[in-house]
């Protein structure tokens, strides 16, 4: 299946102010982009065809794939000058570049790549921006089962606050964790069908258009998860992944197993 990747935002929280600061997909996890760490995570479940809806900075994203070393994930033997990879994490991997506007919304970036979608019934989409280990295969296995014209993945918040229980006198009744609270929210993996289209107005969001509408007729599937899955719209949130990684606690990497 083909997957779509939304890498064309600002990412202003995790910017740092200076000229030329790269798209948040092309953030640092060890030694590769978040990007390519989403992009491995699809590969692993033999999801090598990638669509990828470039933005901001796109010439970022374009130079780190047309100048790929793959010596720098694989292991290789020099000799005579030459280098023999031993390995290989790309090679298979085609990649559709497609500039979809500096401020679209996500929405409208996935409107203006469905002629590369080539007509297929089924297809993956992805922020690029958030790590998990869920179950590709189970996940689309469901999604395919149904009828439903769009399947988001839904996690629990992963945020610290306390949510308040208040009494009509102003007094505290009770204080919960968010994340024991009966509320998911919108994990960033999806599998669509063609027809989620018909959702989506020029201009319109994927989310709040599209799954919002076909949530009212019975048209959205949720694949609630509970195991591993990392956001990183902040810095802290960036630098957290690096440390774990530089560790070797890396849950994400299921090619790695």
Not at 76 to 96: M, Y
Not at 112 to 121: A, F, K, Q, S
Not at 138 to 153: C, E, N, P
Not at 196 to 204: Q, S, T, Y
Request: overall charge negative; some cysteine.
């Amino acid at each position: 299946m083909k997957v779509v990747l939304f890498c064309g935002g600002l990412g202003m929280r995790m910017r740092t102010g200076t000229v030329g600061d790269v798209p948040k997909p092309m953030q640092l996890v060890g030694p590769r982009p978040l990007l390519w760490h989403v992009m491995r995570y699809y590969a692993h479940f033999g999801h090598t065809e990638f669509i990828l809806c470039l933005g901001h900075a796109p010439h970022h994203i374009k130079d780190f794939f047309v100048h790929y070393s793959e010596t720098h994930s694989n292991d290789f033997r020099l000799h005579g000058g030459r280098v023999e990879l031993l390995s290989h994490d790309i090679s298979d991997w085609r990649i559709t570049f497609v500039d979809t506007g500096v401020d679209s919304p996500i929405g409208e970036r996935l409107r203006r790549v469905r002629p590369y979608l080539d007509g297929d019934e089924m297809f993956l989409a992805n922020y690029a921006d958030v790590l998990t280990d869920a179950p590709l295969p189970d996940m689309i296995d469901r999604f395919a089962g149904t009828d439903a014209s769009a399947s988001m993945m839904v996690v629990p918040p992963t945020d610290t606050f306390h949510c308040i229980e208040l009494g009509s006198d102003g007094r505290a009744s009770g204080i919960t964790p968010v994340t024991e609270m009966p509320v998911w929210i919108n994990g960033g993996y999806f599998v669509l069908r063609q027809d989620v289209f018909d959702h989506i107005p020029p201009g319109g969001d994927l989310v709040a258009d599209a799954c919002a509408a076909l949530a009212k007729t019975g048209g959205l599937l949720t694949y609630p998860y509970r195991g591993y899955w990392r956001p990183t719209d902040t810095v802290k949130e960036r630098l957290a992944l690096d440390e774990s990684y530089s560790r070797g606690v890396r849950p994400w990497a299921v090619w790695e197993r």
